[in-house]
């Protein structure tokens, strides 16, 4: 919504004018667009991460890995990301391109994601999961920046925005377990229990 500005002038018979034109955008319909477009990236970024956590073990058993390689595959994004995630914070902190940033490492976890899903092999999993998980990690902080940008420059609410962040980890992660159950009730005795797992593939790749 643009706002209204009334404009006066004189014609060349000096005859006086006023009229409305359009204005730019109002502060409230910037913040009304800034909250939306973060509360909706919220609970995407969420949504994924709703998936990723906690069905990515399981998607690695049903790869055939290990209790060793998965934990090893699980493990290593924690430690790389020290160093990974607070380099890229200061980078976008110097040149204030966070927003650039995010949408890089958006388009980057897409990639790896597809790449993922059809992979096997622990070596393959490995080069992949780990910088899909540092990538994921590291839009979280760079994402908090710009919604505490918001707040300071349009006063919004910050817990409302969260919120539907919140609201998608959980959604994710029940609905996923539902089908689960379902897909097992369904498939009874006859179905291995790999196949039962098989929504962990599924998961990656809509990540």
Not at 23 to 34: E, F, N, T, V, W
Request: with cysteine.
């Amino acid at each position: 919504m643009r706002g209204r500005t009334r404009k006066t002038w004189t014609t060349r018979h000096g005859a006086t004018v006023n009229r409305d034109v359009a204005g730019p955008p109002s502060h409230g319909a910037a913040a009304a667009d800034y909250r939306l477009r973060l509360s909706t990236f919220y609970g995407a970024l969420f949504l994924i991460l709703g998936i990723h956590l906690p069905f990515l073990p399981v998607w690695l058993d049903a790869r055939g890995l290990t209790a060793q390689e998965i934990a090893i595959v699980t493990a290593a994004p924690l430690v790389l990301r020290v160093f990974v995630t607070p380099a890229a914070a200061v980078f976008a902190d110097r040149t204030g391109r966070h927003r650039s940033l995010v949408n890089i490492l958006a388009l980057l976890a897409l990639l790896l994601a597809l790449l993922l899903s059809q992979m096997h092999g622990f070596w393959g999993l490995l080069l992949l999961a780990v910088p899909f998980a540092i990538t994921l990690s590291t839009i979280m902080p760079l994402t908090e920046t710009i919604a505490v940008a918001g707040v300071r420059a349009h006063g919004l609410d910050y817990g409302r925005m969260r919120l539907w962040g919140s609201l998608s980890f959980v959604a994710a992660g029940f609905s996923l377990r539902l089908a689960d159950r379902q897909d097992e009730r369904g498939g009874g005795d006859r179905m291995p229990a790999g196949r039962r797992r098989g929504d962990g593939r599924v998961c990656v790749g809509a990540a």
